[in-house]
């Protein structure tokens, strides 16, 4: 299904009318249908830059077509096209340069796009594709369902983006231009075959009158070189569109690789594992830290015989980083591509310190070069380099395949910076996290134990959170939560919640639902946006026993190891979150614990996964304890946290042994 909009709302013409554009345009041939390449575009966007919306979009004169998207509704998602009238996209093609809004609804040129009412749209960000000649084919955009202040490193990482979906735009615009050449080769020599058959029926012609034999053989010579000429056009034009269709899937398949793992040595080590074989024999990647000293070595062949050579190349260099730091220094002067054409090893056998690198070299042939700087997008610096090598007696490198040598070096210069933000963020998130989560009371016959784990994704910020603190009567408080969100807001909120918590239970001798239903109460007396599940409990000695009285609010059921072995779990009938709608009361659950038992208290990502249900998980915790229960206190914890399954979501527990 198309949007439709106001006809009245259709933009000024002149931009989007362009003939040039529209050519361009059409030679991507994107359609109303989705595109692979695009939706992984998007995908990337989407995690880099944490919105809910990021779109790759097309436009015409009359439309604009989504062949890459993350997070439209339906049933946009399916038809990938929309009126004008929709489009927040159309002013960056209009005005050429990227376009930020914090709020839609507050900007003269956004404020009656019809996006705002059917999509929820609050928040714009777009950055321009071009084509080869400059001109604004479409967009790489982003979009937030609440008002976002975007902030510059989040523009500078679209437009770098955008620059790399421009590259992908341009190589399809050139195969799409190779196919016409093919086409009009194809038409030429149908156009000959039609001229050699004239000649051979004016040969016919000739036999009946010698006075045209020579006239007819002339005129077949010429048909046959045009027909020869016409077949080298269409090979070469096949020739053309099957190399632009190669390096255009090569590029794809090295950013997907790049973005798949946050693990710089992986990435680059793929790289050069993918990049052997097709864009050369061989491949050598080194990288500098910012200090300037070698943070990655790695070599490739395309014949996993040579292997070994490789690997005992990348060691031989790695113990040789005077060499490599030069290497990388020639790269920084030169800014550009630096190629050598039949150079062979004499160029290392010159220095002792290379002698043994001279000598690899010699076994896997050195016939020509190409130094492709790896550029650092925000310092504009090279901070390594991609040596791309051929074996003698191979052709030079052509300038198609050293323009894509040259994007390969800045597609990982875009993982490196993506890799040291992303090291900072998660570095300074955890400590933010850690910084929140109290330090467990000493307690008598109580051993207490807990762990937190940061989700494996993202700055690994959450709303997780755990406490314990001894009451003056001598009980002892325990708590469990998990704040909606996993960014900073969510751990906000999550101190938030946990200091209401502590400030309203302590010195009060209140059961556990009445807590948690002043709490629902104060979050919503105090305009405290958060929505959270949580298990409280009150637990005391009871003669010889324990006495354990809790409260649960949505939250996964806790888990009691008795001391003969047997697991059970404490299932109630489910609550609401907290936060959401103010109850007068909440039910208070009592059980009675016999000394030398353990009662777990855990979030969800110790039980959760996409493709399982909850009880699964629950059943897995079980058998942990079961099993494991005799262990330390410690090393139960870390055998729970190994049976987890790794994901997105952050896990927070609380151990408590009594004796």
Same mark, same amino acid.
């Given at each position: 299904m198309?949007?439709?909009?106001?006809?009245?709302a259709?933009?000024s013409?002149?931009?989007?009318?362009?003939?040039?554009?529209?050519?361009?345009?059409?030679?991507l041939?994107?359609?109303a249908?989705?595109d692979?390449?695009?939706?992984?575009?998007?995908a990337?966007?989407?995690?880099?830059?944490?919105?809910?919306?990021?779109?790759?979009?097309?436009?015409?004169?009359e439309?604009?077509?989504? $062949?890459?998207q993350?997070?439209?509704p339906e049933p946009?998602a399916?038809?990938?096209?929309?009126?004008?009238?929709?489009?927040f996209?159309?002013?960056?093609?209009?005005?050429?340069r990227?376009l930020?809004i914090?709020?839609v609804?507050?900007?003269?040129r956004?404020?009656d796009?019809?996006?705002i009412?059917?999509?929820?749209?609050?928040?714009?960000?777009?950055?321009?594709?071009?084509?080869?000649?400059?001109?604004?084919?479409?967009?790489?955009?982003?979009?937030?369902?609440?008002?976002?202040?975007?902030?510059?490193?989040?523009?500078?990482?679209l437009a770098?983006?955008?620059?790399?979906?421009?590259?992908?735009?341009g190589?399809?615009?050139?195969?799409?231009?190779?196919e016409?050449?093919?086409?009009?080769?194809?038409?030429?020599?149908?156009?000959?075959?039609?001229s050699?058959?004239?000649?051979?029926?004016?040969?016919?012609t000739?036999?009946?009158?010698?006075?045209?034999?020579?006239?007819a053989?002339?005129?077949?010579?010429e048909?046959?070189?045009?027909?020869?000429?016409?077949?080298h056009?269409?090979?070469?034009?096949?020739?053309?569109?099957?190399?632009?269709?190669?390096?255009?899937?090569?590029l794809?398949e090295?950013?997907?690789?790049l973005?798949?793992?946050?693990d710089?040595?992986?990435?680059?080590?793929?790289?050069?594992?993918?990049v052997?074989?097709?864009?050369? *024999?061989?491949?050598?990647?080194?990288?500098?830290?910012?200090?300037?000293?070698?943070?990655?070595?790695?070599?490739?062949h395309?014949?996993?015989?040579?292997?070994?050579?490789?690997?005992?190349?990348?060691?031989?260099?790695?113990a040789?980083?005077?060499?490599l730091?030069?290497m990388?220094?020639a790269?920084q002067r030169?800014?550009?591509?630096?190629?050598?054409?039949?150079?062979? $090893?004499?160029?290392?056998?010159?220095?002792?310190?290379?002698?043994?690198?001279?000598?690899?070299?010699?076994?896997?042939?050195?016939g020509?070069?190409?130094?492709a700087?790896?550029?650092?997008p925000?310092?504009?610096?090279?901070?390594g380099?991609v040596?791309?090598?051929?074996?003698?007696?191979?052709?030079?490198?052509?300038p198609?395949?050293e323009?894509?040598?040259a994007?390969?070096?800045?597609?990982?210069?875009l993982a490196v910076?993506?890799?040291r933000?992303y090291g900072?963020?998660?570095h300074?998130?955890?400590?933010?996290?850690?910084?929140?989560l109290?330090?467990?009371?000493?307690?008598?016959?109580v051993?207490?134990?807990?762990?937190?784990? $940061?989700?494996?994704?993202?700055a690994?910020?959450?709303?997780?959170?755990?406490?314990a603190?001894?009451?003056?009567?001598?009980?002892?408080?325990?708590?469990?939560?998990?704040?909606?969100?996993?960014?900073?807001e969510?751990?906000?909120?999550m101190?938030?919640?946990?200091?209401?918590?502590?400030?309203?239970?302590?010195?009060r001798?209140?059961?556990?639902?009445?807590?948690l239903?002043?709490?629902?109460?104060?979050?919503h007396?105090?305009?405290?946006?958060?929505?959270?599940t949580?298990?409280?409990?009150?637990?005391?000695?009871d003669?010889?026993?324990?006495?354990?009285?809790f409260a649960?609010?949505?939250?996964?059921?806790?888990?009691l190891?008795?001391?003969n072995?047997?697991v059970e779990?404490?299932?109630?009938?489910?609550?609401?979150l907290?936060g959401?709608?103010?109850?007068?009361?909440?039910?208070?659950?009592?059980r009675?614990?016999?000394?030398?038992?353990?009662?777990l208290?855990?979030?969800d990502?110790?039980?959760?996964?996409?493709?399982?249900?909850? *009880?699964?998980?629950?059943?897995?915790?079980?058998?942990?304890?079961?099993?494991?229960?005799?262990l330390p206190?410690?090393?139960?914890?870390t055998?729970?946290? *190994?049976?987890?399954?790794?994901r997105?979501?952050?896990?927070?527990l609380?151990?408590?042994?009594l004796?």
């Amino acid at each position: 299904m198309v949007l439709q909009g106001d006809l009245a709302a259709r933009p000024s013409r002149g931009v989007l009318d362009d003939p040039d554009r529209l050519r361009s345009v059409r030679r991507l041939a994107v359609g109303a249908r989705a595109d692979a390449a695009c939706d992984r575009i998007a995908a990337l966007v989407e995690r880099l830059v944490d919105v809910p919306v990021a779109l790759v979009t097309v436009i015409d004169a009359e439309r604009q077509f989504v $062949p890459g998207q993350v997070g439209l509704p339906e049933p946009l998602a399916e038809s990938r096209e929309m009126s004008l009238s929709h489009s927040f996209c159309r002013h960056v093609v209009e005005d050429g340069r990227p376009l930020a809004i914090s709020d839609v609804r507050r900007d003269p040129r956004t404020r009656d796009n019809l996006s705002i009412r059917d999509l929820g749209a609050v928040a714009y960000a777009g950055a321009p594709l071009t084509d080869p000649d400059g001109l604004v084919v479409g967009t790489l955009a982003v979009m937030d369902r609440e008002p976002r202040e975007w902030t510059p490193s989040e523009i500078a990482l679209l437009a770098d983006l955008a620059e790399v979906c421009s590259s992908e735009v341009g190589l399809r615009i050139a195969r799409a231009i190779a196919e016409e050449a093919r086409g009009s080769a194809e038409e030429a020599r149908r156009t000959a075959e039609e001229s050699r058959s004239h000649a051979e029926e004016a040969r016919r012609t000739a036999e009946q009158s010698r006075s045209h034999a020579e006239a007819a053989k002339h005129a077949a010579e010429e048909a046959r070189r045009i027909a020869e000429q016409s077949r080298h056009g269409a090979e070469e034009a096949r020739r053309l569109a099957e190399s632009a269709h190669d390096q255009l899937s090569l590029l794809g398949e090295v950013t997907e690789a790049l973005a798949a793992t946050m693990d710089l040595d992986e990435a680059l080590g793929r790289l050069g594992r993918m990049v052997a074989g097709r864009l050369a *024999d061989w491949c050598f990647v080194t990288l500098a830290d910012q200090s300037g000293a070698v943070r990655h070595v790695s070599a490739a062949h395309r014949d996993p015989a040579y292997a070994p050579d490789a690997a005992r190349l990348a060691d031989l260099a790695e113990a040789a980083p005077h060499a490599l730091r030069s290497m990388i220094l020639a790269a920084q002067r030169a800014g550009h591509l630096v190629h050598k054409d039949d150079p062979g $090893p004499s160029v290392l056998r010159g220095r002792p310190a290379l002698a043994g690198i001279a000598e690899i070299a010699d076994r896997l042939g050195v016939g020509s070069y190409l130094i492709a700087p790896i550029t650092a997008p925000v310092s504009g610096r090279a901070v390594g380099v991609v040596v791309l090598v051929n074996e003698p007696g191979r052709p030079p490198f052509d300038p198609a395949q050293e323009w894509t040598a040259a994007e390969i070096g800045r597609r990982a210069g875009l993982a490196v910076d993506n890799n040291r933000l992303y090291g900072r963020q998660r570095h300074v998130a955890e400590v933010l996290q850690h910084s929140m989560l109290t330090e467990l009371p000493q307690i008598p016959g109580v051993e207490l134990f807990a762990r937190y784990l $940061p989700a494996e994704a993202g700055a690994a910020v959450g709303g997780d959170w755990y406490d314990a603190f001894a009451q003056p009567d001598g009980s002892v408080m325990l708590a469990v939560g998990d704040v909606s969100g996993h960014d900073i807001e969510a751990a906000a909120m999550m101190g938030q919640v946990r200091n209401l918590v502590r400030g309203d239970a302590y010195g009060r001798d209140d059961a556990p639902g009445q807590l948690l239903a002043q709490l629902d109460r104060a979050l919503h007396g105090l305009r405290v946006p958060a929505a959270a599940t949580a298990v409280l409990a009150r637990l005391w000695r009871d003669g010889d026993d324990y006495a354990v009285a809790f409260a649960n609010a949505g939250h996964p059921p806790p888990v009691l190891l008795r001391r003969n072995g047997e697991v059970e779990v404490w299932w109630e009938t489910p609550e609401p979150l907290l936060g959401l709608i103010p109850r007068d009361g909440r039910a208070t659950h009592r059980r009675r614990v016999a000394a030398g038992s353990t009662l777990l208290l855990y979030t969800d990502g110790l039980v959760e996964h996409p493709a399982r249900m909850i *009880d699964e998980g629950i059943a897995r915790v079980r058998a942990v304890l079961r099993d494991c229960g005799h262990l330390p206190g410690e090393e139960l914890c870390t055998r729970l946290i *190994d049976s987890a399954h790794r994901r997105a979501d952050d896990i927070a527990l609380l151990l408590i042994r009594l004796s």
